[in-house]
């Protein structure tokens, strides 16, 4: 069962804030969820940066093609910017060195290096990420390029524009999905399509996948299904790639702060000044508590001590520590 967090639970909890009845001819359902999306990049994003403990990250892989320089930057990526860049095997396996980032200077003093097997070094240009030196041959088949990246929240749609499903049964190179109700109206053959989980933190399932038929309540998707850890089940939604009905990959403790900051600008374009000021403290209580309890992910996490660190000046090897516990 879905936790209440939809977008028309969303729209109903702003109304409620800001004492402002459905029928209230300034701001439509469609207006509000607007307003929301257009907050989730301007103060949500922001919001959750500071705390840098992996939130909403995930990876994409991209093959190393000999003489190809660029590598384009996740189109979901925050800000264009990525969390870590790596080489790997097919057998998940590093060179064992980090690929260092140039800045543009270096780059420009970098033209004319020679080709490598596998690339040392990278930079950025534009939304592309440059390698250095060019992969080129005998390049390794397998050799993928793994990026890592902080994934925005999918756009906030209306519930009536996804669906949810009943079942999933799959095929060869295919799967079909069944819905409770019918599929909506812009589910056509080609849209591609992604799963979202239905309870926080409403996680994005990859991989995505396009739709080549649709029947009633059957959605037919050519593609792989989601497989574990994060697998599809019966109340979860099938969504146009990059919508959904809820706040995709973000903890439900930052969505508090979401509303109230929706609901202060609603106040400022309505020039309610006092609402504004009423609605600014309460937000700033609310983002001092959510920084006190989102300050350490890992909240049973204990402190490593390395060779070069232990207690009384006596090197410690490899031994883990209480987080309290004292020479």
């Not at 939809?6 to 359902?29: E, G, H, N, Y």
């Not at 790639?241 to 979401?258: K, S, W």
């Not at 202060?264 to 609402?275: F, I, P, R, S, T």
Request: proline share 7%; with cysteine.
């Amino acid at each position: 069962m879905a936790i209440g967090r939809t977008t028309t639970d969303l729209v109903a909890s702003i109304r409620r804030r800001c004492f402002m009845k459905p029928q209230d001819p300034d701001f439509t359902t469609q207006d509000i969820i607007d307003m929301l999306n257009e907050q989730v990049g301007a103060y949500l994003s922001d919001l959750m940066r500071p705390f840098a403990q992996n939130y909403a990250v995930q990876t994409e892989d991209q093959p190393l093609v000999a003489s190809q320089q660029r590598y384009a930057v996740p189109e979901r990526a925050v800000n264009g910017t990525i969390e870590a860049l790596g080489i790997v095997d097919s057998t998940g396996q590093s060179p064992g060195y980090r690929l260092s980032l140039y800045d543009l200077q270096d780059s420009v003093l970098l033209q004319t290096v020679a080709s490598s097997v596998v690339p040392v070094a990278f930079s950025f240009e534009s939304n592309y990420i440059r390698l250095w030196p060019t992969p080129a041959q005998p390049q390794p088949p397998t050799n993928t390029l793994r990026v890592q990246y902080m994934q925005r929240a999918s756009e906030l749609v209306p519930v009536a524009s996804v669906g949810v499903v009943e079942s999933v049964a799959p095929g060869a190179g295919s799967y079909a999905v069944t819905l409770v109700d019918a599929a909506p109206a812009a589910f056509v053959t080609g849209a591609a399509v992604e799963f979202v989980k239905a309870r926080p933190a409403y996680s994005t399932l990859v991989p995505s996948g396009v739709i080549s038929g649709v029947a009633g309540d059957v959605v037919t998707v050519t593609g792989t299904e989601p497989a574990a850890p994060l697998t599809v089940a019966a109340g979860d939604y099938l969504c146009l790639y990059d919508q959904a009905p809820v706040l995709t990959n973000i903890p439900l403790e930052f969505q508090e702060c979401l509303l109230q900051w929706t609901s202060l600008k609603m106040m400022e374009a309505k020039g309610d000044q006092a609402a504004m000021e009423r609605m600014g403290r309460s937000l700033g209580v609310s983002e001092t508590n959510l920084r006190k309890q989102l300050s350490q992910r890992d909240t049973g996490q204990r402190r490593f001590l390395n060779a070069w660190a232990g207690f009384n000046g006596a090197p410690v090897r490899g031994q883990l520590w209480p987080l309290l516990q004292g020479p």
